[in-house]
T-cell receptor, first 114, second 114 residues
Framework: DVKVTQSSRYLVKRTGEKVFLECVQD?????MFWYRQDPGLGLRLIYF???????EKGDIPEGYSVSREKKERFSLILESASTNQTSMYLC?????????????FGDGTRLSIL | DQQVKQNSPSLSVQEGRISILNCDYTNSMFDYFLWYKKYPAEGPTFLISISSIKDKNEDGRFTVFLNKSAKHLSLHIVPSQPGDSAVYFCAASASSGNTGKLIFGQGTTLQVKP
């Protein structure tokens, strides 16, 4: 079974802080993704990574950056946290081997910015 | 601009009956569609998918139907069980680029009553 692990289930930070959310997958997947989930808006893609050291902006990248120095780890960085970044953050990974493989998700980090 | 829409925020059905969850999309480039199920405090889990070359895909109690001309897909659960109570997200992707990037709907909360 694919295991996607997010470092924290719950996190509380203050406005203006730099926040790091970590995600690790154990299946040697090439692709990794960061989403945020908000009520009534579904899952929205923040950033994704094709492979190590590669990254692309998703639909809502403003205020975020990412880092992928190793294949198994994909970090989401909130450069200067703001209250509108309070949300559930979900990481996912996917293999490119085989046709149309689904994404596999971690359990999420509920982040509150005060 | 919401490219994937789930217009029903919630659905309630009786145990043993059929649950039908609907999803509409606007982008004609989408050619692969997925359904995910999400329990509270867990990440979404992949349920079933369908390629645009098919109009139906079945997996046990779950069947997905695709109507390309109407840009509409639906998930049927028969028979519904209380353990099916969860939030269901439909998602779509386009094969161009094979990035695995998904566009998600807003989600429908299904409640199956015993």
């Amino acid at each position: 079974d694919v295991k996607v692990t997010q470092s924290s289930r719950y996190l509380v930070k203050r406005t203006g802080e730099k926040v790091f959310l970590e995600c690790v997958q154990d299946m040697d997947h090439e692709n990794m993704f960061w989403y945020r989930q908000d009520p009534g808006l579904g899952l929205r893609l923040i950033y994704f990574s094709y492979d190590v050291k590669m990254k692309e902006k998703g639909d809502i990248p403003e205020g975020y950056s990412v880092s992928r120095e190793k294949k198994e780890r994909f970090s989401l960085i909130l450069e200067s946290a703001s209250t509108n970044q309070t949300s559930m953050y979900l990481c996912a990974s996917r293999t490119t081997q085989g046709y149309r493989q689904p994404q596999h998700f971690g359990d999420g980090t509920r982040l509150s910015i005060l | 601009d919401q490219q994937v829409k789930q217009n029903s925020p919630s659905l309630s059905v009786q145990e043993g009956r059929i649950s039908i969850l609907n999803c509409d999309y606007t982008n004609s480039m989408f050619d692969y569609f997925l359904w995910y199920k999400k329990y509270p405090a867990e990440g979404p889990t992949f349920l079933i998918s369908i390629s645009s070359i098919k109009d139906k895909n079945e997996d046990g109690r779950f069947t997905v139907f695709l109507n390309k001309s109407a840009k509409h897909l639906s998930l049927h659960i028969v028979p519904s069980q209380p353990g099916d109570s969860a939030v269901y997200f439909c998602a779509a992707s386009a094969s161009s680029g094979n990035t695995g990037k998904l566009i998600f709907g807003q989600g429908t909360t299904l409640q199956v009553k015993p």
